[in-house]
């Protein structure tokens, strides 16, 4: 093949991987769903996190907490199941240690805040106000902690308040992660928007329950744990697709992505951008290669922006 | 930089050694860095098993062959999958993952190397690399099927316990210190929760410096999830409340910063 060929070639598939969620711009569509990543530093040995549109964290509170006993984590067939019960460092070490950390990479910082009482998440939130972060992410929709979390997610009233709570002290564009344990997964998108949300994520886990049938006994300690990983990938591209026809937010779409092919076709249900999870413990690398995957595939079917392909199923 | 990855590897041999136990070796780039009381976490080649299972590592030969000595759990489980591999056939690792023991706490000492059941496979490279004043390997079983034994004998002066007297002392391996009225400074433990509890208590009345290697269900095994933690006695550094990552800050932790 000729040099000018070639450069006419690539001249003519360019492909411009940005994307912008509610005016902050990624580099590319992939970004970690939280608390399979922590802030990164164990996935940095595996991949420069420079090749990621964003880093979610994991939920951090305005105190540290312990979280569950243990067994917190089981494997089902086609994912697994967890009740860490957002266990963190509080807000104050996260600052010192996690945001510095992940500001030497060329990525965007999504913190996810987790809580108990509105006033711990808008604690939280007021003190991110100051911080060098780039998004905040309200978990109000953990199914692993009694009080707060899913509290919050599974009434339309109480995730509109919350959420007009938490953007009087945010200072950064506020996403509300939304739970699929509801009837109607519209009905919350539209609450957390009426509640002036700037964008929306979904789905959490689902909750679940796993028995050891020769000990008689719940395999995890928490009885109940979160449902994640491929099996649930159906039910997540359902819900991004009905939470995308609902609101005009932009949509963060995430539930057992294991592959390209998988996060191609939450973005075709409606995403703006994807969550990658569970697939980090069966190939720490995966999100790179998600981000990479997404590219081929744009070059070609001839994609020149992320955004053309948004919601383009029929 | 250079980063780490899931490394395909090969199975060069795989025994059965004894009911449910397996012996695997494979050819990995690990082999020369693996430390003794490291884990490595398999993947099977079944997409409905996601998440890896950590292993202890019995033996490396420091070049390109590591061994895992591991315990089937059942009917249709991951660990099964393994033990019907063969030679030739391939799998995916991340490895080595972990601490390991501390070897150099044992110069000039004399050490109880103590394993118990699917614990006792990664005292072999311990007892290997050990260089100490008087070497007691004290390993226990369930029955007679001792597998090991010959390996341990080669390194060490063993003392071995069964469940059902079969062979050695009849009880668990603290029924072997107490029959052969042993005296150590310092233990390095593997083995089932109430076997290194009376270990800990043990080596707390008799003054002695103790690491137990823990064990736990996990799902990333390189410290992210936060799914494997023990109870630490004083706050840890990392997660700022009382809990150890054992994956990542372990799974090998001196006795008295543990909770069991």
């Keep these: 093949m000729s040099t000018e060929k070639k450069i006419g070639c690539a001249a003519e598939k360019t492909v411009d991987m940005r994307v912008n969620i509610a005016g902050v711009e990624w580099k590319n569509p992939v970004t970690t769903a939280s608390g399979t990543f922590g802030s990164g530093a164990e996935f940095s040995e595996f991949i420069d996190l420079g090749r990621l549109g964003a880093v979610t964290t994991k939920g951090v509170a305005n105190v540290p907490w312990a979280g569950n006993p243990t067994p917190r984590v089981a494997e089902v067939c086609g994912g697994m199941m967890n009740a860490v019960g957002l266990q963190n460092p509080g807000i104050d070490l996260f600052c010192e240690r996690d945001i510095p950390f992940l500001r030497q990479y060329d990525t965007k910082i999504i913190v996810n805040v987790c809580g108990r009482s509105e006033k711990d998440y808008c604690e939280v939130a007021e003190r991110l106000s100051e911080e060098d972060v780039d998004m905040l992410e309200i978990n109000i929709s953990c199914p692993n902690v009694k009080e707060g979390g899913i509290a919050f997610g599974q009434d339309p009233k109480a995730a509109e308040s919350i959420t007009k709570a938490v953007k009087r002290y945010a200072k950064q564009p506020v996403i509300m992660k939304l739970s699929p344990n509801v009837t109607s997964i519209s009905e919350m998108a539209k609450a957390v928007e009426a509640g002036g949300a700037d964008a929306v994520s979904l789905i959490n886990t689902l909750t679940g329950m796993k028995i050891d049938i020769h000990r008689r006994r719940f395999v995890l300690a928490n009885k109940t744990g979160g449902v994640s990983g491929p099996a649930i990938h159906p039910i997540a591209v359902r819900m991004v697709y009905e939470a995308a026809h609902a609101v005009k937010l932009p949509v963060i779409g995430m539930g057992g992505i294991f592959s390209t092919q998988d996060a191609i076709e939450m973005i075709l249900a409606g995403a703006d951008a994807v969550s990658v999870g569970t697939a980090n413990f069966h190939n720490p690398a995966v999100t790179a290669e998600i981000a990479e995957g997404i590219e081929s595939y744009m070059r070609t079917y001839g994609f020149t922006r992320v955004s053309d392909m948004v919601g383009l199923v029929e | ?260």
């Design chain 2, 1 to 260: 930089m250079a980063y780490r990855e899931k490394e395909t590897v090969r199975v060069l041999a795989q025994e059965c050694l004894a009911d449910s136990i397996f012996s695997m070796w494979m050819e990995t780039e690990a082999a020369k860095t693996a430390r003794p009381g490291q884990f490595i976490s398999m993947y099977t080649n079944d997409a409905g098993k996601l998440l890896p299972r950590p292993i202890s590592i019995c033996e490396t030969d420091g070049k390109e062959k590591l061994r895992v000595v591991y315990r089937v759990t059942g009917e249709g489980t991951g660990t099964e999958q393994f033990s019907r591999m063969k030679a030739g056939d391939t799998l995916d690792i991340i490895a080595p993952l972990g601490n390991g023991f501390p070897l150099e706490r044992a110069k000039g000492r004399r050490v109880f190397l103590m394993g118990g059941g699917i614990g006792v496979p990664p005292i072999l490279e311990l007892a290997k690399q050990m260089e100490c004043k008087e070497k007691q390997i004290i390993v226990g079983y369930r029955d007679g099927q001792t597998f090991l034994r010959e390996e341990f004998e080669q390194n060490g002066t063993l003392y071995i316990s069964t469940e059902d007297g079969s062979v050695g002392t009849k009880g668990n391996v603290m029924d072997a210190v107490r029959e052969n009225g042993l005296r150590g400074d310092i233990i390095y433990a593997c083995g089932p929760a109430p076997m290194l509890r009376a270990i800990k208590e043990f080596a707390g009345d008799n003054h002695m410096e103790c690491y137990i290697s823990l064990e736990e269900r996990m799902a990333c095994g390189i410290g992210a999830c936060l799914g494997c933690v023990c109870q630490s006695k004083e706050k840890d550094p990392h997660s700022n409340v009382k809990n150890k990552r054992i994956c990542k800050d372990g799974p090998v932790f001196l006795a008295t910063e543990v909770e069991i």
